[in-house]
């Protein structure tokens, strides 16, 4: 994965607007691990293939970066993200890893399915 290119994400996220895409949302603050440490809190989410279509998207901030997505009666909106897949031509795919490199923020959008 790449460090974010904020304009080259930008661009990605204006492509895909107004279009049904399948969504694939993740976060964790390490709640895989817990059990090896109990003084952390366990939490996480997972969104995926859920089906969205916004109206407006953007990116903001100076790196890690959040992506907001307006949708017609909501919004989805990811902070943290780091890093994103170039070789994913259809997709657009962005992580966010922590200063050991794990994840912590996934957020990835494609007129495809996830498996």
Do not use: C
């Not at 107004?18 to 109990?38: K, M, P, V």
């Not at 307006?70 to 200063?99: N, V």
């Amino acid at each position: 994965m790449l460090p974010i290119d904020p304009q080259y994400i930008q661009q990605r996220i204006d492509e895909m607007k107004d279009q049904d895409l399948y969504i694939h949302l993740e976060l964790t603050n390490g709640a895989y691990a817990a059990h090896n440490d109990a003084s952390r809190h366990p939490a996480a989410n997972f969104i995926t293939n859920a089906v969205i279509r916004y109206v407006h998207g953007g990116i903001s901030g100076v790196g890690p970066y959040r992506v907001g997505l307006k949708m017609e009666q909501g919004w989805i909106y990811s902070e943290g993200l780091t890093h994103y897949e170039e070789t994913e031509q259809d997709r657009l795919i962005l992580a966010g890893h922590d200063k050991d490199g794990k994840l912590v923020v996934a957020l990835q959008i494609s007129p495809y399915p996830f498996k």
